[in-house]
């Protein structure tokens, strides 16, 4: 194995291992720590306008090709890990099929427009990043957290209390069958055809596929050592080498070094593009002088060689571009438990019904939720109360709202403004996640056990963090009057408590309608 190969291995195992451990990590320190994976993947550093990576990323791409695609992206990394385990089947599986153009820009043109017109829903489930977050999130966290219930079982069992069980649950039945059917298309592409998916439908892939024509460096086939023996072609996941042209499609190669590797005349190196050029018009001008001998079949190789290093095509400028303007616009457009308090009986709340969805402090509003959010669920991940969870909405499939049936958002916690990497939700400080009013409380008369039930209850009044609730008397005239809550909407923030801990089943007399847009009280 070349050292370049073990060096791209081992960089892609650390990256996959971190971005998996942010979305089934409930600690919280996975963040602190690993919390700038998800800020140098390429969409959501163009949603949060973080230029200092997206240039960083296309200075890479310009100097060594779609290196990110299979060191930076966990998901290409995941085709990779899954692709190997095929190979295992069976050896050479591969071969060389030319680019499907028409589909692979019809989807990133679909993806731009998706973009461009606030449908984050189709542009989240083509985007590459929040494709493995959704697989993360709904599939390997169930799978760690029961790992984690066993090894609690255990130890407690022998007396120790290391570990600590944790409920299991689907937060979202939509997403998780997005999340399904993703990882059953992508294993079924990957271990059949290794990186098919990220060269005809990945719309990050066909932009970095654009720029990597260019690529300083890049794998380079010597003409004068191939055999054309077709190893390295039947070993290429991205199904990118031509060996009877000898020549590589470098807008599909993600530089995986397979190539390089199992070729046994040491024909494919990684080195400059350009000396390669220089070699083959040198080649090619020998090659029209023996034709002009009548050395006909000397000259066949360096024109082979000319076609493997030749300069990209007009087209491929203005497709690039194109798709960049584009992306560029989209971008700026875009930017406690259960109590019953002794009165009833706990049985499962339901979910009221709202006018306005809830979304998290920090989100500023429903618009810039919807323009930059690409449903990757790392908030909903990060989330330690159970609040946030994917919207199953048509138009606001996987974005993040809030519920509180198992939990309340609590003033002190920010966690998932930590942790978005796209800016649809803005990173906010304590103080200011107490003065920010994402909805308010609205009481619900019929549903207050004071009056359903005849009984003394306080739940709401007593847990509200801002005081925005007070016990006024039914009847103002009867002293001994029962007590029935009054909100004032201008101390409100829309945390939740009121909603979770009222003892009011199966709805609570509380619920939070949301506001479109936040602001500060």
Same mark, same amino acid.
């Given at each position: 194995m070349s050292v370049l190969k073990r060096v791209r291995l081992v960089l892609a195992i650390l990256v996959i291992l971190a971005a998996t451990l942010l979305f089934v990590d409930v600690s919280g320190a996975a963040? @602190?720590?690993?919390?700038?994976?998800?800020?140098?993947?390429?969409?959501?550093?163009?949603?949060?306008?973080?230029?200092?990576?997206?240039? #960083?990323?296309?200075?890479?791409?310009?100097?060594?090709?779609?290196?990110?695609?299979?060191?930076?992206?966990?998901?290409?990394?995941?085709?990779?890990?899954? #692709?190997?385990?095929?190979k295992m089947s069976r050896k050479n599986r591969y071969s060389y099929s030319p680019e499907r153009k028409v589909l692979r820009y019809a989807v990133f043109v679909l993806f731009i427009a998706a973009l461009v017109g606030g449908v984050s829903s189709v542009a989240g489930i083509l985007a590459p990043y929040s494709s493995f977050g959704r697989i993360a999130s $709904?599939?390997?966290?169930?799978?760690?957290?029961?790992? $984690?219930? @066993?090894?609690?079982?255990?130890?407690?069992?022998?007396?120790? +209390?290391?570990?600590?069980?944790?409920?299991?649950?689907?937060?979202?039945?939509? /997403?998780?069958?997005?999340?399904?059917? /993703?990882?059953?298309?992508?294993?079924?592409?990957?271990?059949?055809?290794?990186?098919?998916?990220? $060269? /005809?439908?990945?719309?990050?892939?066909? @932009?970095?596929?654009?720029?990597?024509?260019?690529?300083?460096? #890049?794998?380079?086939?010597?003409?004068?050592?191939?055999?054309?023996?077709?190893?390295?072609?039947?070993?290429?996941?991205?199904?990118?080498?031509?060996? #009877?042209?000898?020549?590589?499609? +470098?807008?599909?190669?993600?530089?995986?070094?397979?190539?390089?590797?199992?070729?046994?005349?040491?024909a494919v190196s990684f080195r400059l593009r350009s000396k390669a050029k220089a070699a083959a018009v040198a080649k090619k001008e020998a090659g029209n002088a023996a034709a002009k001998g009548g050395a006909k079949a000397a000259g066949a190789k360096p024109a082979a060689a000319d076609v493997a290093a030749k300069a990209p095509d007009a087209l491929s400028r203005k497709g690039f571009i194109t798709g960049a303007g584009l992306l560029a616009v989209s971008a700026v457009r875009a930017q406690e438990m259960k109590v019953d308090g002794g009165f009833a009986e706990i049985i499962a709340k339901k979910v009221p019904k709202r006018e306005t969805r809830i979304v998290p402090a920090g989100a500023q509003s429903l618009h810039n939720v919807a323009a930059h959010c690409t449903g990757c669920q790392l908030c909903v991940a990060a989330c330690p109360n159970g609040v946030?969870?994917?919207?199953?909405?048509?138009? /606001?499939?996987?974005?993040?709202?809030?519920?509180?049936?198992?939990?309340?958002?609590?003033?002190?916690?920010?966690?998932c403004s930590e942790v978005c990497p796209t800016g649809a939700i803005v990173k906010i400080t304590v103080p200011e996640k107490s003065s920010i009013q994402v909805g308010h409380a609205v009481w619900i008369r019929d549903n207050c056990i004071v009056l359903r039930d005849d009984q003394d209850c306080d739940n709401c009044a007593r847990h509200c963090p801002t005081e925005a609730i007070t016990m006024v008397p039914l009847d103002p005239g009867n002293r001994h009057s029962r007590k029935i809550p009054a909100v004032n909407v201008e101390r409100c923030i829309g945390c939740g408590a009121c909603e979770n801990l009222c003892p009011s089943r199966p709805f609570s007399a509380m619920y939070v309608e949301g506001h479109q847009n936040h602001r500060t009280i």
């Open positions: 963040h @602190l720590w690993l919390g700038w994976i998800a800020k140098i993947q390429l969409l959501p550093a163009i949603l949060a306008l973080n230029f200092v990576v997206v240039v #960083a990323l296309v200075i890479l791409t310009l100097l060594l090709g779609r290196v990110y695609c299979s060191v930076i992206c966990p998901l290409g990394i995941l085709q990779d890990v899954i #692709a190997r385990f095929g $709904n599939l390997f966290a169930p799978v760690y957290a029961w790992g $984690n219930n @066993l090894l609690a079982y255990v130890s407690e069992r022998v007396g120790s +209390y290391a570990f600590y069980p944790r409920e299991v649950w689907i937060k979202g039945v939509g /997403t998780f069958v997005v999340a399904v059917v /993703t990882l059953v298309v992508l294993a079924v592409l990957a271990w059949r055809n290794g990186r098919t998916y990220c $060269n /005809t439908i990945c719309p990050v892939g066909t @932009l970095l596929g654009l720029l990597s024509r260019w690529s300083v460096f #890049a794998p380079v086939i010597d003409i004068e050592k191939c055999i054309s023996c077709k190893i390295c072609s039947r070993n290429c996941k991205s199904a990118c080498i031509d060996i #009877a042209n000898h020549r590589i499609d +470098y807008s599909r190669c993600v530089v995986c070094m397979d190539c390089i590797d199992v070729c046994p005349k040491d946030l969870r994917p919207s199953g909405g048509l138009v /606001t499939l996987l974005q993040p709202e809030m519920g509180f049936e198992r939990g309340y958002c609590r003033p002190e916690c920010v966690a």
